[in-house]
């Protein structure tokens, strides 16, 4: 009988769910007749697929037309407010009949008001009276995907790259399709598909083709294709002796470049640009500034609407100030100076993608210049793909932040409600391989879901999306959905406990990024070295960015570097981002700045035992497959979150030679054992 | 209604078949009570929930038992030529009970029925009368994985490894399984984990501990672990000066080391070894021989039942013979002086892996040595996954090969037939990642099978392997099994016929060895380059083996050294292979040499031509998802089939000046052209 028993639960498991459908997980296709269509286009087809896919009956029937139908326009409906890419759904009276009507004034907003309703119904959402309408508050809604064209994926932790580059262009694998299903159901609406460390071979004609091919695919589901471009392929791939964007030449090369991208790919969105930063080549190598790079660039999109996003993530080996303040004293002085096609892509702090990092001061500080957010959905510094870190809450503490502009916010900027920028954009590093589930673990769909949702309203709330994704993802039963909540919302803060609480940062291994790291100090750039941004002494730890250090804080606005140049008004979650402070330094809740450390490590490590325990109590309600690989990573992240607080506080008490306060453990094992720790062939990590 | 129409198309396109089931597509789940079980074990449970996930209705009520359970030894059954691993599935009465009873002297005898009983029924075979009996006639039946442990598979067209070195110990992918079943479907009983350019790193307690959840997940299944072992480990991680296989110390630290493996892995299966081959170190680095490096670590997993396979794969940079004979003239000599653990494995031809070649001269001529036959399922010299080359002819033509010793074949000398050895093994390079339907294609999936089938009984006949796998691959329809079978058996005759016919080898570009490469000859090693094994000039083409030339035939057995050394008497499929002859040399048509290879050329082309007009043919039979899969890379081989064919015939026509023959068309460019043909970052190539 245990025999019996066993196999006929091994036999249940195949059928278990592999988290392949992501948040589309329809039940059923629609009912014969359901859903109808006026008008005909591949999105308008692509709009009616999806409803067939998955509308239940309740909503049915479904109408699909654009507001300029004359039986749509006769409904006199609020449309003007959705602009070009806005949906409005309801239940109506069309020629006589009863519907669910899904309109916009373009094919693209139909296509998103389609997802947007399967999005209501499938959160729950009544079917009675329903009346939905949004239109995005920002314009580009980009994934960066870095990926060679060999396949790896730069800081991926998901497999390969999604893109087969060896079978395209003819191969054209499902998968491409349901990648575009995927990013249409949040509104994404651009890719680039290749690493910001690029290879000029993806400016060739067969790669050109093999883009093209995706672009092909994508189109239905509104979702243009851009390229990392390579600053020197003018010399790679043209022969030139210079890739100098003041040379006739190259802007040329650059112009028939652009000509032969756009007679393959009509639609191609433009180029995405890392120049001069970590090794790339870029303007600063002919003593031309980063505007005329991008500039340059820009006129040989521009005849065909492209445009240029160029990065300001720079920091230069020659520079010896603080590398925090590096791309605002390198970008600050160009606002203005870019030409109208271009747009600057920003990280959301000044140092990479760190568990947490205060807003980037070039935000606010560039007013005639438009700025992508950048985010990073993959985790590099958070525990890869086995972490359980939900970035809604990192992504949206960024966009609430005050710039010190009036009222403005960072979502104020990055929407173009400060200043009425014809473009505006928020693009996010994807965490997408091909791995079976997307992104290596269920929970890091969340973060590509919650990245798309913000882009399109940067005003959303975190935790509202983490419902919306744990109801889509599994099931809308309260019994899993608000703990499921709940473990989401605290997991961020519990990395920046276990990895680096009160403004620490950049404390991790060399190379790969994971596991703990405070004590490397040999790296041949100082700013590589996680003793640069900690400087932990004897007498005290931080990063000291007031007037008597870097003086980071004077390139926030005065009302902001105001409050970060006082360790009192200063937020302790940022406390030694911009403070170097003594050990016995008192804390708002009394206890010394070593204790408090102390107890955030401790709560970090507690937080993570406690969502696995909540975890547990959610076995019988997610299917074993998908239960079984978060219950191990859980596991996985329970040890090292140990791990990062053993070995970090075995290294502050090495240069501090304090105790551990009463009720906190001594770490598992001495300083020498965790410096021996060097994870093999860890993955994401270039070469 | 074209919307309607389409949009339904595409919503049907999702349930299509992603190939990941392989050849088990089961139908549904055994009706409740339709399987019982005799005893516990988790082999038998294994067996049982195999037979519980498809068992039809029309086959039960089933009953698994050991042959020695009283009540089915009361039946007398002729058990004792199973040995081991065999079955037996007969109707029968059992305590009263009409049954179909899968039976064995062991748990695996019955895990192995259990699949023959599915595989009969799947394939057409009758339920009625069901008497299934075999027992494999090779008892080391093994998958070598060249899989790197950053993921990357060496020669691997079907994504990234399967093992995530990275999650392993701790996440037990359902895929691991998946790939279990699948082997003891066919019997496989082992697999190597790691590249045979090995890693010292795979030998280090993380990598031992990953390895171990690996082995508890296979052993229900019947498969044993084997790890490739890098052969100065002792160096690289034990710190010693020497590898020296005679020095005191290097033998302890691989007794311990084998201590260790065994302590976390009971069964481990031993050691495979690639040394002081294409760079990797060996005894002969220390003036010792093959065999003293074998007998060494043989020693080392001998107390614990294990085992090692030393490849005979070596050419050496200082040798200048023939690259054709150098393992032949390095191991001939060692016969006899292996310890009785050690196994020599042998690839099918002289050479390495090419689309055809001649038997290994060492088949036969190592009497006292037992031989693993080597064979590449992995097409890396046969257009990668993309190209349909039914490996099932490949395989058979060489097993089928008489060694000139008497009646003996190949085969006999591989299944022990000729000198009754304890060991004997057939292991295949895997064709395995971790792509969606495993191997980069569905007919990629039929040399998988065709391996593990000969490898269970070499003397199977490929075509009706094939017909087996198109009937649990397609389903049983003739309509569709007879023109698949039809196209697989004429597949791997078109690589050879396109890429280098009459004898020809080793024509390929280089590095990645994708498309056509005759003309490079600027390689630093003379054997590296295509010209050195065609040797064409203006006056013929092809290598002399004979006398007259490296007197590569003297290492076979008289009576086959006597064939090969006249062109008249030598196959004209191996005639370049061993004779130098002048291009007006009259085949047996006829027609000159060079026009019999530009037919043949030509014949290659139209046979893929012919496979994908078959394919469309069968549309209407196969569900979208493979047959458009398979309908594009049909395109894409027709297409290179091409190129190889007009690549080749410029480069020969610019050595001998021949016109083309009367029909045959000129190459649609020219030499130059073909030679500028680069394809970047082909998938597979190591670093």
Redesign the interface.
């Known amino acids: 009988m ?3 028993a ?3 639960a ?2 249940g ?2 059928a ?1 769910d ?1 988290g392949y459908r992501l948040w589309l997980r329809y039940g059923h ?1 629609a009912p014969a007749g359901a ?1 109808a ?1 006026r008008g ?1 286009s591949p999105m ?3 709009a ?2 999806e409803l ?2 998955g509308l239940p009956a309740v909503a049915g029937p479904v109408l699909l037309a654009s507001a300029a139908d004359p039986s749509i326009a006769a409904l006199n409906l609020p449309v003007s407010r959705l602009g070009e890419e806005g949906y409005l759904v309801r239940r109506g009276r069309v020629d006589g009949r009863e519907v669910t009507l899904v309109t916009g004034n373009t094919d693209r907003g139909v296509l998103y008001g389609a997802f947007a309703l399967l999005r209501h119904l499938d959160t729950g959402g009544s079917a009675d009276a329903i009346d939905l309408s949004s239109a995005p508050k920002v314009k580009l809604r980009i994934l960066d995907h870095w990926d060679n ?3 790896v994926v730069e800081r991926g932790y998901a ?2 790259s999604l893109w087969d ?3 395209l262009p ?3 694998d ?1 998968r491409y399709t349901d990648y575009a299903r995927a990013n249409a159901s949040l509104g994404i609406n651009g890719t680039v598909l290749n690493n910001v460390n690029a290879r000029a ?1 993806s400016l ?1 004609a ?1 790669y050109i083709a093999k883009a093209a091919a995706l672009a092909d695919i994508f189109r239905p589901y509104g979702i243009k294709v851009y390229l990392s471009a390579r600053f020197s392929a003018p010399i790679e791939l043209g022969g030139l002796k210079t890739a100098d964007p003041r040379d006739a030449a190259v802007a040329a090369w650059w112009r028939a470049k652009a000509d032969e991208i756009y007679r393959a790919i009509p639609d191609f969105g433009g180029f995405l640009v890392k120049a001069n930063s970590e090794g790339q080549p870029g303007p600063r190598d002919y003593n031309a500034s980063h505007a005329d790079g991008a500039n340059m660039l820009a006129a040989a999109v521009k005849p065909h609407g492209g445009i240029v996003m160029w990065r300001a993530f720079v920091y230069a080996d020659t520079d010896p100030d603080d590398r925090a303040k590096q791309a605002y004293t390198e970008f600050k002085p160009l606002d203005g100076k870019f030409a109208d096609n271009v747009i600057v892509q920003v990280k959301n702090g000044a140092i990479d993608f760190q568990p947490r990092e205060p807003f980037h001061p070039l935000f606010g500080a560039m007013p005639k210049t438009p700025l992508v957010m950048e985010f990073q959905v993959t985790k590099e510094y958070l525990g ?1 793909a ?1 972490h359980l870190a939900y970035l809604g809450p990192l992504f949206t503490e960024v966009l609430d932040a005050k710039t010190g502009r009036g009222s403005e916010t960072v979502a104020d900027v990055v929407d173009g409600t400060a200043e009425h920028h014809r473009l505006t954009g928020m693009a996010g590093v994807a965490n997408i391989g ?1 791995d ?1 589930d997307w992104t290596g673990g269920t929970f890091n769909q969340a973060n590509w879901y919650a990245f798309g949702r913000l882009a399109w309203d940067p005003d959303l709330h975190a935790d509202a999306i983490a419902r919306e994704w744990a109801r889509a993802t599994f099931g809308a039963s309260p019994g899993v959905v608000d703990p499921v909540v709940a473990m989401m919302m605290i997991s961020r803060e519990a990395v920046v406990d276990y990895t680096g609480p009160l403004g620490l940062a950049h404390l991790m291994a060399t190379g790969h990024h994971y596991g703990p790291g405070p004590w490397v100090s040999d790296l041949k750039r100082p700013e590589w070295n996680p003793v640069y941004y900690h400087r932990a002494d004897r007498q005290g730890i931080g990063f000291d960015r007031t007037r008597t250090g870097s003086n980071a804080v004077a390139q926030y606005a005065p009302a902001v570097a105001k409050l970060y140049a006082n360790p009192r008004t200063t937020p302790e979650s940022e406390l030694l981002w911009f403070h170097h402070l003594p050990w016995d330094y008192r804390l708002k809740s009394g206890e010394t700045l070593w204790d408090g450390l102390v107890h955030r490590y401790d709560r970090g490590v507690a937080t993570v035992a406690e969502m696995r325990a909540t975890w547990q109590g959610l076995k019988p309600f997610v299917d074993p ?1 998908r239960w079984d ?1 978060t219950a ?2 859980l ?2 992240q329970e040890r090292e979150a140990r791990w990062w607080r053993d070995a970090s506080l075995s290294y502050w008490q090495s240069v501090n030679g304090l105790p551990l306060p009463a009720g906190s453990a001594a770490p598992a094992h001495d300083l020498s054992w965790y410096k021996a720790q060097t994870p ?4 994401g990590n270039p070469k």
């Open positions: 245990a025999a019996l066993l196999g006929l091994t036999a498991r195949a278990a592999d296709p859903v269509v005909a308008l087809d692509a009616a697929a067939r896919r064209l060999d396949g497999g390969r580059w060896w079978t003819d191969f054209k499902p071979e060739t067969p890869f086995t091909d079976r497959e690989k191990t990573f596991a996985i093999a062939f860890a993955p």
